[in-house]
Nanobody
């Protein structure tokens, strides 16, 4: 069993900063990509940022230059530093990871956290 637990969401003013964290736990053999998605009311879930096990990153155009994704492979954690936040960044943010579990056999799947709310006031 694998769990992804997010933390760090909250309410912040326009121009403020927040850092989201996500920790993966369970019978983990390896983690390839770790990603942050978000979903605003009435909109589809979208990829915000991702980082591979080798440290390669990608970002949505709307957050480039403002958000930074990082991960600690020794702790199976991923973080999203969000600066210069805008009201349009308001959404539920989800951690996602491509994880290979060790038991009973090596099996790779995509896992999701429960989501954390980020609200940016204008």
């Amino acid at each position: 069993q694998v769990q992804l637990v997010e933390s760090g969401g909250g309410l912040v003013r326009h121009g403020g900063s927040l850092t989201l964290s996500c920790a993966a736990s369970g019978s983990i053999f390896s983690i390839y990509a770790m990603n942050w998605f978000r979903q605003a009311p009435g909109k589809q879930r979208e990829l915000v940022a991702g980082v591979t096990s080798r440290g390669n990153t990608n970002y949505a155009d709307s957050v480039k230059g403002r958000f930074t994704i990082s991960r600690d492979n020794t702790k199976n954690t991923v973080h999203l530093q969000m600066n210069s936040l805008k009201p349009e960044d308001t959404a539920v943010y989800y951690c996602n990871a491509d994880i290979t579990i060790a038991t009973p056999t090596l099996t790779s799947s995509s896992y999701w956290g429960q989501g954390t709310q980020v609200t940016v006031s204008s």
